[in-house]
C-alpha cells in the first residue's frame, strides 16, 4: 500500500536538525517503527519490511520471502517453485515481494500498534545521538574540555557538556576544591566509554596532562613548539614540577614559562587552585636532570646504578630537609618527573659509610695480598673493590696511583692471581659439600661464590630455586647480580615445570581420544 504523507518528509528533516543527527537515520527509524507496528497487525512470524519515499514521503510497507530450495519456515520462506508462479524469472537466495492490501494508517493499526512505533522511533533516536555523541568525544580524549557543573552523584561531579553529560570523579577532584551548580568548570578528558546508556565521558582535574594543556594555552611558545614539555609530575592542590626544554639556544624555557612578572605560571595556578609549580629545565644530561629535578636543594653528587634505575643523591647535611621536602613530597615529585628511583643520602653518612667500606677492601687486601696498611688503602681509593679486580685488571690501571711501579704493579698482580686461585679451590670444594642438583650446577651465570651463597642458604634443588622471586635471588647472591640475569635464571628454573604440564595435557588428550573412539 503507499500512503501520502508529505509531512513525514518536513518531520524527519527537523527532527534530524534539532538532534544534530543524520536525516537518513531518523528514516531508517521510523521505517523500522512502521515494521513493528504492522507486525502487530499482520503477524510478529513474518518478515515485513516498511520503505519511505525520501521525495514525495510516501510508504510502502511489503511482505519479504526468501525463496530457498528446502522451506523450512513458511511464514519466511517460499520453495522456488511456487516463488516462480509469481515470478518467473526469480532464483534461489532472492526475495519475494508481496505488497500488504491497503488499510487505513491512522485507525487500522490501533493505540498499542502506535504506541510501539512511537517508541521505537524515540529509542532510535536516542541511539543515533548516543552514536554521535561517542564519536565526538573519543576524539576528544586528551584535550581540554568545558562545561558547567550540574549536580553532585555520590561524591561525583557530573558536568553538562552541551550536548552531552561527562562524570569527574571525587578522586580525580583537587583536594579541598569546592565546586558548585551552576560553575564553569575546566578538565581534561581522559577516557570515553560505550556503554549500553550511552557514552560515559570521564573528566580529570588532577592529571599530570592536564596542567601541560594549561601551559600549552598560556604559553604560546609550547603552542607554536618552540619549547617542548618533557615531563609533569603532580601532588594536586599542593605542588607540581614541570620539566621544559628548547632546542633554540636564544629562548629560556624557563622563563618563558614564567612569563612577565609571573602572569603565565600564575594563570595557571590560578586554575589549580593554588597548586605551587616548579618549572625545571630539561637536560639530557641525566645527572644534571636530576640536581635540577630536586632544585631549590643543592646537591653534592650523583651515583648511578643503570642495572636498577636507581640513583643516589649525596647532598649536604643542611640541605637534607630541603632536598626531602614535607613528608616526602619534593623527592618523590623529583623521582616522578625524571622516572628514577632517587636515594636521598646525607653527605656525613655517605663519607662514613665510604670509609667504613675502604676499611673493609683494605683488611681484605692486606690479608689476601699480604701488603701494608699504606698499599691496600690506595688500592681501595682507586676503586679497586676485590681481589679478582687486581688479577683481571690492565697495568695501566695502577699507574695512576703514585708511587707504584712496574715491579710493584707485577708482584700485587701475581698475588692476587694466586689467591683467587687458592680462594676459587676453597670455593670448589664448599661447593662439592653443599650436593646441587646437575641443573643448578649448569647455570653458568652463577659465579663460585654465588653458589656459596645458595648452598648457605638451603637452595639446591631446581624446585627451590624456581620458588624464588628475582628480587629474592639477588638478595641472596648479592646486589652486583644483575635484575636480567636473575629473572632469566628464574623462568629457565620453572621451565620444567611447564614442560611437565604440556606432557600431562598431551596424555590426557590421547585417553580421551581413545575413550572416544571406543565409544
Same mark, same amino acid.
Given at each position: 500500500?503507499?500512503?501520502?504523507?508529505?509531512?513525514?518528509?518536513?518531520?524527519?528533516?527537523?527532527?534530524?536538525?534539532?538532534?544534530?543527527?543524520?536525516?537518513?537515520?531518523?528514516?531508517?527509524?521510523?521505517?523500522?517503527?512502521?515494521?513493528?507496528?504492522?507486525?502487530?497487525?499482520?503477524?510478529?512470524?513474518?518478515?515485513?519490511?516498511?520503505?519511505?519515499?525520501?521525495?514525495?514521503?510516501?510508504?510502502?510497507?511489503?511482505?519479504?520471502?526468501?525463496?530457498?530450495?528446502?522451506?523450512?519456515?513458511?511464514?519466511?520462506?517460499?520453495?522456488?517453485?511456487?516463488?516462480?508462479?509469481?515470478?518467473?524469472?526469480?532464483?534461489?537466495?532472492?526475495?519475494?515481494?508481496?505488497?500488504?492490501?491497503?488499510?487505513?494508517?491512522?485507525?487500522?493499526?490501533?493505540?498499542?500498534?502506535?504506541?510501539?512505533?512511537?517508541?521505537?522511533?524515540?529509542?532510535?533516536?536516542?541511539?543515533?545521538?548516543?552514536?554521535?555523541?561517542?564519536?565526538?568525544?573519543?576524539?576528544?580524549?586528551?584535550?581540554?574540555?568545558?562545561?558547567?557543573?550540574?549536580?553532585?552523584?555520590?561524591?561525583?561531579?557530573?558536568?553538562?557538556?552541551?550536548?552531552?553529560?561527562?562524570?569527574?570523579?571525587?578522586?580525580?577532584?583537587?583536594?579541598?576544591?569546592?565546586?558548585?551548580?551552576?560553575?564553569?568548570?575546566?578538565?581534561?578528558?581522559?577516557?570515553?566509554?560505550?556503554?549500553?546508556?550511552?557514552?560515559?565521558?570521564?573528566?580529570?582535574?588532577?592529571?599530570?596532562?592536564?596542567?601541560?594543556?594549561?601551559?600549552?594555552?598560556?604559553?604560546?611558545?609550547?603552542?607554536?613548539?618552540?619549547?617542548?614539555?618533557?615531563?609533569?609530575?603532580?601532588?594536586?592542590?599542593?605542588?607540581?614540577?614541570?620539566?621544559?626544554?628548547?632546542?633554540?639556544?636564544?629562548?629560556?624555557?624557563?622563563?618563558?614559562?614564567?612569563?612577565?612578572?609571573?602572569?603565565?605560571?600564575?594563570?595557571?595556578?590560578?586554575?589549580?587552585?593554588?597548586?605551587?609549580?616548579?618549572?625545571?629545565?630539561?637536560?639530557?644530561?641525566?645527572?644534571?636532570?636530576?640536581?635540577?629535578?630536586?632544585?631549590?636543594?643543592?646537591?653534592? %653528587?650523583?651515583?648511578?646504578?643503570?642495572?636498577?634505575?636507581?640513583?643516589?643523591?649525596?647532598?649536604?647535611?643542611?640541605?637534607?630537609?630541603?632536598?626531602?621536602?614535607?613528608?616526602?613530597?619534593?623527592?618523590?615529585?623529583?623521582?616522578?618527573?625524571?622516572?628514577?628511583?632517587?636515594?636521598?643520602?646525607?653527605?656525613?653518612?655517605?663519607?662514613?659509610?665510604?670509609?667504613?667500606?675502604?676499611?673493609?677492601?683494605?683488611?681484605?687486601?692486606?690479608?689476601?695480598?699480604?701488603?701494608?696498611?699504606?698499599?691496600?688503602?690506595?688500592?681501595?681509593?682507586?676503586?679497586?673493590?676485590?681481589?679478582?679486580?687486581?688479577?683481571?685488571?690492565?697495568?695501566?690501571?695502577?699507574?695512576?696511583?703514585?708511587?707504584?711501579?712496574?715491579?710493584?704493579?707485577?708482584?700485587?698482580?701475581?698475588?692476587?692471581?694466586?689467591?683467587?686461585?687458592?680462594?676459587? %679451590?676453597?670455593?670448589?670444594?664448599?661447593?662439592?659439600?653443599?650436593?646441587?642438583?646437575?641443573?643448578?650446577?649448569?647455570?653458568?651465570?652463577?659465579?663460585?661464590?654465588?653458589?656459596?651463597?645458595?648452598?648457605?642458604?638451603?637452595?639446591?634443588?631446581?624446585?627451590?630455586?624456581?620458588?624464588?622471586?628475582?628480587?629474592?635471588?639477588?638478595?641472596?647472591?648479592?646486589?652486583?647480580?644483575?635484575?636480567?640475569?636473575?629473572?632469566?635464571?628464574?623462568?629457565?628454573?620453572?621451565?620444567?615445570?611447564?614442560?611437565?604440564?604440556?606432557?600431562?595435557?598431551?596424555?590426557?588428550?590421547?585417553?580421551?581420544?581413545?575413550?572416544?573412539?571406543?565409544?
Amino acid at each position: 500500500m503507499e500512503l501520502e504523507n508529505i509531512e513525514l518528509i518536513n518531520a524527519a528533516e527537523n527532527i534530524a536538525e534539532e538532534k544534530g543527527i543524520e536525516k537518513e537515520l531518523i528514516f531508517k527509524a521510523i521505517e523500522n517503527a512502521i515494521s513493528k507496528a504492522s507486525k502487530i497487525k499482520y503477524g510478529n512470524n513474518y518478515d515485513i519490511r516498511a520503505e519511505i519515499n525520501r521525495n514525495n514521503g510516501k510508504i510502502n510497507i511489503a511482505r519479504y520471502l526468501e525463496v530457498k530450495k528446502d522451506v523450512e519456515d513458511n511464514f519466511i520462506e517460499i520453495s522456488l517453485k511456487d516463488a516462480k508462479t509469481k515470478k518467473k524469472n526469480i532464483k534461489i537466495g532472492e526475495f519475494l515481494v508481496e505488497k500488504l492490501p491497503n488499510f487505513d494508517f491512522r485507525s487500522d493499526f490501533g493505540r498499542i500498534a502506535a504506541q510501539t512505533a512511537k517508541q521505537v522511533v524515540v529509542q532510535q533516536i536516542k541511539e543515533a545521538e548516543r552514536e554521535k555523541n561517542y564519536e565526538l568525544y573519543k576524539d576528544k580524549v586528551g584535550q581540554i574540555i568545558n562545561g558547567i557543573v550540574k549536580r553532585m552523584e555520590f561524591g561525583n561531579i557530573v558536568v553538562d557538556l552541551g550536548n552531552a553529560e561527562a562524570v569527574i570523579k571525587r578522586e580525580e577532584m583537587i583536594p579541598r576544591e569546592n565546586l558548585r551548580r551552576g560553575d564553569r568548570v575546566k578538565a581534561y578528558l581522559y577516557n570515553v566509554s560505550q556503554e549500553l546508556k550511552g557514552p560515559q565521558i570521564f573528566l580529570s582535574r588532577t592529571h599530570p596532562q592536564f596542567l601541560a594543556l594549561l601551559f600549552d594555552q598560556e604559553v604560546p611558545e609550547i603552542n607554536s613548539g618552540i619549547i617542548e614539555i618533557k615531563g609533569v609530575a603532580r601532588d594536586p592542590g599542593s605542588r607540581a614540577k614541570i620539566a621544559v626544554f628548547s632546542s633554540d639556544t636564544s629562548i629560556d624555557p624557563v622563563g618563558a614559562c614564567v612569563g612577565m612578572r609571573g602572569s603565565r605560571v600564575q594563570a595557571v595556578v590560578t586554575e589549580l587552585q593554588g597548586e605551587k609549580i616548579d618549572i625545571v629545565p630539561w637536560s639530557e644530561d641525566k645527572a644534571a636532570y636530576i640536581v635540577n629535578s630536586l632544585a631549590p636543594a643543592q646537591i653534592t %653528587k650523583v651515583i648511578f646504578e643503570e642495572e636498577s634505575n636507581k640513583i643516589q643523591v649525596i647532598i649536604p647535611e643542611d640541605q637534607l630537609s630541603l632536598a626531602i621536602g614535607r613528608r616526602g613530597q619534593n623527592v618523590r615529585l623529583a623521582s616522578n618527573l625524571t622516572n628514577f628511583e632517587i636515594d636521598i643520602v646525607d653527605e656525613k653518612d655517605e663519607k662514613n659509610k665510604r670509609n667504613e667500606e675502604i676499611k673493609r677492601i683494605s683488611e681484605m687486601f692486606m690479608k689476601y695480598l699480604d701488603v701494608d696498611e699504606v698499599i691496600a688503602h690506595l688500592l681501595g681509593t682507586e676503586g679497586f673493590s676485590s681481589i679478582e679486580d687486581i688479577a683481571d685488571s690492565d697495568s695501566k690501571a695502577f699507574k695512576v696511583i703514585e708511587g707504584f711501579d712496574e715491579k710493584l704493579i707485577a708482584e700485587l698482580k701475581d698475588r692476587a692471581i694466586k689467591s683467587v686461585k687458592i680462594k676459587n %679451590k676453597e670455593l670448589e670444594e664448599k661447593k662439592k659439600e653443599f650436593g646441587f642438583d646437575k641443573e643448578i650446577k649448569k647455570i653458568k651465570r652463577f659465579s663460585l661464590q654465588n653458589f656459596i651463597s645458595l648452598g648457605e642458604k638451603n637452595i639446591k634443588k631446581l624446585d627451590d630455586l624456581a620458588n624464588l622471586s628475582s628480587d629474592e635471588l639477588i638478595e641472596i647472591v648479592g646486589e652486583n647480580f644483575k635484575k636480567i640475569d636473575a629473572d632469566k635464571v628464574i623462568m629457565n628454573a620453572r621451565k620444567h615445570w611447564f614442560d611437565e604440564e604440556d606432557k600431562n595435557l598431551k596424555k590426557n588428550l590421547k585417553k580421551n581420544i581413545k575413550k572416544n573412539l571406543k565409544k
